[in-house]
T-cell receptor
C-alpha cells in the first residue's frame, strides 16, 4: 500500500458525459501527479500540482482539467468524454522526487 | 489509421534464476531514473531509483545499473521468485525547467517467473 488513495476504483459512463476522479496523497506529500495508462499509449503524464498550484503539464487534453485543494487532495475532471478516453487513471504523490502511485481509477466510456 | 496495442517485450525465467530487464531512455539531460513494478490491476510500485551521478545502486535483491554514455538502464533481480511476475517500467524525469516533475515511462517489460 503506497498511502495514495483514489476513488472511485471503477467508473462506467457514456460518451459526452463528465466525471471527476479523486486522489488523496500520502501524508506530508505536497506534489500530486496525474497519469493516464492506455493499451496503445502506455503510461502518459498529464499534469502536476504542487501545494495547490499547477507545476507541470503534459499531454493533457483541453477537455480535461485538474485542481489541488488546500487539504492537498486533488481532482481530475474529464468532460465531453469520448470512447478513446477509456483508460486507467493514476494519481501519484511525492515529497521530493520519488513518486508513489495510487491504485488507479479504471474508466470505461461506452 | 488503426491504433495498435503496445507489444511489450517479455522475459521468462525459472524461479531462483537472476533476471535482467533493460531499458533505453531518450533524454540525455535526465538526472533521475526510477524502476516501477506493476502487477495486474494495481498501480505502479516503486522498486529502486538512481541519480545520474551514480552508475550502480543496490537494494534488497535488486540492482540498478546506469550507463549514461549509451543512455541505458538495467534492473537486475536476484533469485527471482514467482511473486516478481509483473510488468516492469523504467522512468526518467526531466532535468528541471518545464519538465520538472514529469516522469516519462518506457513501454514496460513483462516478467514471468515459472516455479
Amino acid at each position: 500500500d503506497s498511502g495514495v488513495t483514489q476513488t472511485p476504483k471503477h467508473l462506467i459512463t457514456a460518451t459526452g458525459q463528465r466525471v471527476t476522479l479523486r486522489c488523496s496523497p500520502r501524508s506530508g506529500d505536497l506534489s500530486v501527479y496525474w497519469y493516464q495508462q492506455s493499451l496503445d499509449q502506455g503510461l502518459q503524464f498529464l499534469i502536476q500540482y504542487y501545494n495547490g498550484e499547477e507545476r507541470a503539464k503534459g499531454n493533457i487534453l483541453e477537455r480535461f482539467s485538474a485542481q489541488q485543494f488546500p487539504d492537498l487532495h486533488s481532482e481530475l475532471n474529464l468532460s465531453s468524454l469520448e470512447l478513446g478516453d477509456s483508460a486507467l487513471y493514476f494519481c501519484a504523490s511525492s515529497f521530493e522526487e520519488t513518486q508513489y502511485f495510487g491504485p488507479g481509477t479504471r474508466l470505461l466510456v461506452l | 489509421g488503426e491504433s495498435v496495442g503496445l507489444h511489450l517485450p517479455t522475459l521468462s525465467v525459472q524461479e531462483g534464476d537472476n533476471s535482467i530487464i533493460n531499458c533505453a531512455y531518450s533524454n540525455s539531460a535526465s538526472d533521475y531514473f526510477i524502476w516501477y513494478k506493476q502487477e495486474s490491476g494495481k498501480g505502479p510500485q516503486f522498486i529502486i531509483d538512481i541519480r545520474s551521478n551514480m552508475d550502480k545502486r543496490q537494494g534488497q535483491r535488486v540492482t540498478v545499473l546506469l550507463n549514461k554514455t549509451v543512455k541505458h538502464l538495467s534492473l537486475q533481480i536476484a533469485a527471482t521468485q514467482p511473486g516478481d511476475s509483473a510488468v516492469y517500467f523504467c522512468a526518467e524525469n526531466g532535468a528541471g525547467g518545464t519538465s520538472y516533475g514529469k516522469l516519462t515511462f518506457g513501454q514496460g517489460t513483462i516478467l514471468t517467473v515459472h516455479p
